[in-house]
């Protein structure tokens, strides 16, 4: 549980530049599904 705990945390502590960089891939991801359909 421990070993959990500090993954999530260590997770936690870089999520929001992560969560930045999905964002924005999924920004161009569903532009180019706009383009296409």
């Known amino acids: 549980v421990k070993l959990r705990a500090t993954r999530s945390l260590k997770y936690m502590r870089g999520a929001p530049m992560r969560t930045r960089k999905l964002a924005r891939d999924m920004l161009v991801f ?4 706009d383009r296409e359909l």
């Open 30 to 33: 569903w532009k180019r599904m």
